[in-house]
DNA sequence: ATACAAATGAAACAGTGTTGCAAAGATAAT
DNA sequence: ATTATCTTTGCAACACTGTTTCATTTGTAT
């Protein structure tokens, strides 16, 4: 998938900061901060038109916000390999470390059931700990 | 308990600061943001303090820090009618309308099997959708 | 009462996310 | 091709969150 089809088979316009973005998210296997894309987007970088596009790429369904800590917040394709079920969720790995956000493709979000009154919408799981490389 | 028997117990000393700020948290159910505390502790705030308060506070375990969403972070004591082991993690609910968080008590945190050569320290479970109030 | 360590408050700063507005770019119709 | 329209962009300005530094104050044990 390149970033030219993903816009076009998502109806969202191509533009130069989009097409940027989400190649970006594409070169990179991990969910990114906006720190991380904006230096590797350099020149087309704007701060107002990278949080309005994250907007429309989430709502479109094109990408997703991680908030693995207040102070954490990734963004990442909603591509996942081993699924085409855009409505399956599944966990996140926050290092504590090295502060990567890993997704947890095994631990997916179970069917929680609500009190009486309360009507779920979605689930975030943010699993803390230490990863592989920073456990060596 | 009482504001100044939580801070005996876990040899935290007294101070204005501290105890007006387990006060408040005591005196509201719900988990509360910076600015809720704020608001009700008048002339005894200072940011400052407060976020250092906040760290000791939460790793002598009598709070624990909510991140409801990267902008709405919350705090609430450690105090659960339910049980008395600390190490036990509930799931929280995060309205999307009034922006409330509630503890759910119904729903724990299994126990995630993570990948070879991760450690788990910690899990978050972010439940977002609409309250009973919001949904009559 | 004193001495020492811990906590506080103020100023300053960095990062994140939003709003308003004018300019630029894309789209469609004539 | 020209105009009209709508979307997107980029900039300035702003609000909020969280941290660092440092001088001063306070708590507590003796």
Redesign the pocket.
Known sequence: MTALEILKQHE???????MAMINVLLDNKYPM???DI?ERMAY?????????????LASAGIIH?I?AD????CYALNICDHAHNHTAEYAHFFCEACHAVICMNQIKIPPYKLPNGYKFVDCDIIIKGTCEKCNL
């Open positions: 969202i316009k191509k533009t130069p900061a989009r901060s906006e720190m904006k087309l970088y704007d701060r107002v038109t990278f949080y309005r596009n994250v907007q429309t916000k908030v207040n102070t954490t917040v």
